[in-house]
């Protein structure tokens, strides 16, 4: 039983806030903990298929998870209320409703868009970080599909994951349409190649499909400036466009903290390898808000499995520490095991252990990624299938016996 009687505030819901609160919940005794979780909105948003709202093809409630729905029985208790600042020398946080006092701080305010300091980015272009911009890019997309009496083009700026996802998803949702002649996907990439960071093979594989479905890409094009309706390429290019959605690149999400703590140049909170701050040992930080590097000295990018990890190994460490007295001994470690990325409203292509994976092999281990993360919020991380979120040879091969069962019965409805 737990001898430590600690508040735990966790702020922000998204991949790493809400896993940390469920798996905790179940490691730590109610009656001596007490944990808080603080978000602006009352539901948790599956920000890996935001892109499908867009084009249409998921609705927005479809991908909004009550929140009281995944901590029903657990020992959370959910704050739903803007973030003012946070005040570390005085364990404080200011809330629109007023403040409130921690013992433990886990921050896990995500990223925002990052525009680069480009001359009309912020104002001329949309965003898609939420379940809400992706509403309005598909009401703008919707009214650009029923308009027939001209041409358009809709330009992504920003060749990343969110970037081809949405591309393809939108393209899909075009060329579904009786206005497809007339309507033109393009997607703008500064560097060389598509999806910066990925195998080269899983590039080419899905540039191949792009390029399938119509889609235009620009290599090597520097966005100059953006004025309405016009983007302005440092070549000289100008491309007209009817819809210009901005992908280029996030920033860590920008908290008021007083007195500062050590930050990323893009604003994304410098931890060491147990997720604490430089500054003060009670204060973490987790998911695409924390600037952590790896083995290798790079920064660990900012991706859901990697939050979910982190989140899953500090819960470990908090439960050791308050139910044994034990100091962390193990430094987080994650290797990159599995990436897939969505090509369509149901086409995946990826990476394995290092194997090409593409159609419904892709789409099964998508599913089994995401089943995996639903089951792991709702029981706490008591599911085998949690396994997938760790390192070591066990627990791999576990997962690898729980994905194969779960290809198995996938099999089995197919025939049925």
Not at 126 to 135: C, E, G, M, V
Not at 160 to 173: C, P
Not at 237 to 263: H, M, Q
Request: hydrophobic content about 40%; glycine content about 8%.
């Amino acid at each position: 039983m737990s001898t430590l009687n600690k508040r735990i505030v966790i702020l922000g819901a998204g991949y790493a806030g809400i896993f940390l609160s469920t798996n905790l919940s179940s490691k730590l005794d109610k009656d001596s903990n007490e944990i808080i979780l603080i978000d602006r909105n009352n539901y948790h948003q599956l920000m890996q298929e935001i892109h499908l709202v867009a084009s249409g093809f998921r609705t927005a409630d479809q991908l909004k998870i009550p929140i009281s729905s995944l901590i029903q029985g657990k020992n959370v208790h959910f704050i739903q209320d803007d973030i003012k600042r946070i005040i570390p020398d005085k364990n404080l946080i200011s809330l629109n409703s007023g403040d409130i006092k921690y013992d433990e701080l886990i921050v896990c305010l995500g990223s925002s868009t990052k525009y680069f300091n480009i001359p009309g980015a912020d104002k001329y272009t949309l965003p898609i970080r939420s379940i809400y911009d992706a509403s309005i890019i598909h009401d703008h997309i919707s009214k650009i599909i029923s308009d027939e009496n001209k041409k358009h083009n809709i330009v992504i700026v920003g060749a990343g994951a969110t970037g081809i996802s949405l591309g393809s998803a939108l393209a899909e949702m075009i060329n579904a349409s009786p206005n497809k002649g007339n309507i033109k996907v393009n997607i703008i990439e500064a560097t060389s190649t598509i999806l910066p960071g990925w195998d080269i093979r899983v590039k080419n594989k899905t540039e191949e499909i792009l390029k399938d479905k119509g889609i235009r890409i620009f290599h090597n094009s520097l966005v100059e400036r953006v004025e309405e309706r016009t983007l302005f390429l440092k070549d000289g290019l100008e491309i007209n466009s009817s819809l210009i959605i901005w992908t280029a690149g996030v920033r860590g999400y920008n908290i008021d903290i007083e007195p500062t703590i050590d930050k990323t140049n893009d604003g994304r909170i410098i931890v060491n390898e147990y997720c604490q701050t430089n500054q003060y040992k009670n204060i973490y930080s987790i998911g695409d808000l924390a600037a952590m590097k790896n083995s290798k000295g790079t920064l660990y990018p900012p991706l859901a499995q990697i939050a979910v990890r982190q989140a899953r190994y500090l819960a470990d460490n908090m439960a050791e520490y308050y139910i044994k007295g034990n100091e962390p001994k193990e430094k987080f470690d994650y290797e990159i095991k599995a990436q897939i990325i969505s090509v369509g409203s149901d086409e995946y292509v990826g990476l394995l252990n290092n194997y090409v994976v593409s159609g419904d092999l892709a789409k099964m281990i998508d599913e089994f990624t995401k089943q995996t993360y639903m089951k792991s919020l709702k029981t706490g991380g008591k599911n085998i299938s949690v396994n997938l979120y760790e390192n070591d040879f066990f627990s791999q091969v576990m997962a690898g016996i729980t994905f194969a069962g779960f290809t198995f019965f996938k099999g089995l409805e197919k025939l049925a």
